[in-house]
């Protein structure tokens, strides 16, 4: 059972246009919610986070809305950026859980293109 | 900022061979670190969780006596393929908490290509 979930393993954007990347979950005991990016051969980058007694965290040009009825979370770029290119994972973690260890999603792929 | 440092990043040797990767946190105490696999085109899938000074945490499936896993210090983790096989080709990635608050992100090291022969 997969608990939490990207569905669109690919996404493909025009530089300047937004991006929206979208993670669901199942574990309602899940109260905080991460998106990394990560280049090829290296690792997950931290890009941005939010505690499900927010619905929305805004940093530059990277907002993160949570819909906790939904079980739904999305990452939102605007402008895009060709360096945006990158995989883009969703990760969820209950605190009080045992070292609050992270679920990932298996990621989506953005491709911006010039 | 933090930053994790993984050794080595690309391992290639036969098989029954024994493979220690180390992770190490830079600027920081790491009580926690947790090692991940990752398959082509698919998530990251946590092996295991390493508390400083104690057992590893395994998740299910994951074989104790063939991922070792020692955090013998605050700053330290390594994890230990040991005679491993083909199908244990894979990228290994650790990574790390600041402090012991669960509700903050992980800090990635860029991981290890291993590949048995």
């Known amino acids: 059972d997969q608990q939490v979930k990207q569905n669109s393993p690919s996404l493909s954007v025009q530089e300047g246009r937004i991006s929206i990347l979208n993670c669901d979950y199942t574990n309602s005991m899940f109260d905080y919610f991460l998106w990394y990016k990560k280049y090829p051969a290296e690792g997950p980058t931290f890009l941005i986070s939010i505690s499900s007694i927010k619905d929305k965290n805004e940093d530059g040009r990277f907002t993160v809305f949570l819909n906790k009825s939904a079980k739904h979370l999305s990452l939102h770029i605007v402008p895009s950026q060709p360096g945006d290119s990158a995989v883009y994972f969703c990760?969820?973690?209950?605190?009080?859980?045992?070292?609050?260890?992270?679920?990932f999603g298996d990621g989506t792929t953005l491709t911006v293109k010039p | 900022g933090a930053v994790v440092s993984q050794h080595p990043s690309w391992v290639i040797c036969k098989s029954g061979t024994s493979v220690k990767i180390e992770c190490r946190s830079l600027?920081?105490?790491?009580?926690?670190m947790f090692w991940y696999r990752q398959f082509p085109k698919q998530s990251l899938m946590l092996m295991a969780t390493?508390?400083?000074?104690?057992?590893?945490?395994?998740e299910q499936g994951v074989e104790k006596d063939k991922f070792l896993i020692n955090h013998a210090s605050l700053t330290l983790s390594t994890l230990t393929v040991t005679s491993a096989h083909p199908e244990d080709s894979s990228f290994y990635i650790c990574s790390a908490r600041i402090g012991g608050r669960n509700n903050q992100p992980q800090h990635f090291g860029d991981g290890t290509r291993l590949s048995i022969l």
């Open positions: 600027d920081f105490q790491a009580t926690t």
């Open positions: 990760a969820a973690s209950a605190s009080n859980t045992n070292a609050g260890k992270s679920t």
């Open positions: 390493s508390n400083e000074g104690s057992k590893a945490t395994y």
